[in-house]
């Protein structure tokens, strides 16, 4: 490895979060954005085809050492380390129309669930994944809401662009059949009526 | 929006309180759905009367009948059914069906939960993947119950007395009074000379606290009979004297 890519390794390592290219930049100031990049590829081939456990992932507009997934499970069971809490399906959903909508405000997105939105709008921005963007121009000037570069981490995404598009989910004028029903939560829901 | 944990069964039950089942469906929508895909139903040509109907006697059996989002779907339902149920004029311009606006609502809601369901399975994998260091988010403890003992609760409280600041009524100044310097150096006057004027007594110092000091030990050592005090006319400078005036001739 050249000494850029050391020094970006030794930088990664020691960040508790994804790294943009900029920041590493600063780093070597002989160093223009392309010998970066360059460098984080020769990173990442080296961790790649040399057997290393971990992986370099770009996350949330930055770039970040992972473990690979194969070690998942053994590292959760030994506990060294806590999985990313699970988000609850109303937290979700909310995500869902934020993320799609944004900057949105609660009542467009209590209109969308059909259910009032207080307690996990608040949730998610504790959660740091949602945040305040601005206030709408409408009667009563409400908040609007935004996903923050948390949400992206959260979700391991690059970017906003990386979500498919709307279009891209098959919402048919056909009830979902049951293999489309997402979770084990609706299979819960199905079994109520089932016991009356 | 929380719910309680118990099952449906106790839901079910005779008891008309206040019992909200919450967790088996996401809201109305939601249940709405369920509903339709029971029944196998064309989201595009929902029979409504029918499904208003099973919505109402669901919640009711959840105990969902008091929960404003079902209620509100519920009171939706039963005005589209009125509207169904109402005979219509046929070819009548500018008809528009009342549930279109309930089925884009269902279409939305439908798009949501897909993209719920995209963004679970994207955390999820996320989720597989551990960076260096994860600190998982701090649990909300509840405060430590208070163990203290006596003498770190009177540390305590003196600490807390010794840094209570009094306020400041009145301050006594304590002034530089001199009367013992003030009588020594009387006598020594005295000692030199017989008899000294009043400036002479007073010295080169002449503040307030000087003037003071002098009179007050004149008057001292007057009472003691030490010094004679007094004045050889009326209105003439007084004398300080070792010895008693001499009789005016």
């Not at chain 1, 984080?40 to 949330?60: C, I, K, M, N, P």
């Not at chain 2, 079910?12 to 469906?25: I, N, R, T, W, Y």
């Amino acid at each position: 490895m050249t000494p850029l890519a050391q020094l970006l390794e030794a930088a990664l390592f020691s960040a508790a979060r994804p790294v943009t290219v900029e920041e590493l930049q600063t780093l070597d100031p002989e160093a223009s954005l392309a010998d970066v990049r360059a460098a984080l590829e020769q990173l990442r081939e080296h961790y790649d085809f040399d057997g290393h456990s971990v992986e370099v992932v770009e996350l949330a507009g930055g770039y970040q050492i992972l473990t690979r997934r194969a070690f998942a499970a053994a590292i959760e069971q030994a506990q060294l380390s806590v999985r990313i809490p699970k988000l609850t399906g109303a937290a979700l959903e909310t995500l869902a129309v934020i993320s799609y909508r944004q900057p949105v405000g609660r009542a467009e997105i209590e209109d969308i669930r059909g259910v009032s939105a207080g307690g996990v709008l608040r949730t998610l921005q504790e959660r740091g994944l949602i945040e305040v963007v601005g206030r709408s121009e409408a009667m009563g000037r409400p908040l609007l809401y935004g996903t923050t570069s948390l949400f992206l981490e959260t979700l391991g995404l690059r970017d906003l662009a990386e979500l498919p598009r709307a279009d891209e989910f098959t919402v048919a004028l056909q009830p979902p059949r049951p293999p489309m029903a997402a979770e084990g939560e609706e299979d819960a829901a199905a079994s109520v009526p089932a016991e009356s | 929006m929380t719910a309680s944990a118990a099952p449906p069964t106790t839901a079910l039950g005779a008891e008309p309180g206040f019992v909200v089942q919450l967790d088996a469906f996401a809201g109305p929508l939601d249940l709405l759905l369920h509903l339709l895909r029971e029944e196998e139903i064309d989201i595009a040509d929902i029979p409504i009367a029918r499904i208003a109907d099973q919505f109402l006697s669901v919640i009711h059996e959840l105990g969902l009948n008091q929960a404003a989002d079902y209620l509100e779907m519920a009171g939706r339902l039963l005005r589209l059914k009125a509207q169904t149920l109402l005979p219509r004029r046929s070819e009548e311009e500018g008809w528009e069906d009342p549930r279109h606006e309930l089925v884009r609502r269902l279409l939305e809601y439908q798009l949501i939960r897909e993209i719920a369901s995209w963004l679970d399975k994207a955390s999820e994998r996320r989720a597989g993947q551990f960076s260096r260091g994860y600190l998982p988010p701090p649990p909300e403890l509840p405060p430590q119950p208070l163990a203290i003992d006596l003498l770190q609760l009177l540390l305590a409280v003196e600490k807390v007395v010794s840094e209570i600041s009094v306020p400041v009524l009145h301050r006594v100044v304590p002034r530089p009074l001199d009367v013992e310097g003030a009588t020594k150096r009387i006598e020594a006057l005295l000692e030199e000379r017989g008899e000294i004027g009043w400036l002479d007594a007073l010295g080169a110092e002449r503040g307030i606290a000087d003037v003071l000091s002098t009179l007050l030990a004149l008057l001292e050592l007057a009472k003691r009979g030490t010094v004679h005090l007094f004045q050889r006319a009326a209105f003439a400078p007084m004398v300080i004297s070792r010895d008693a005036p001499r009789p005016a001739a």
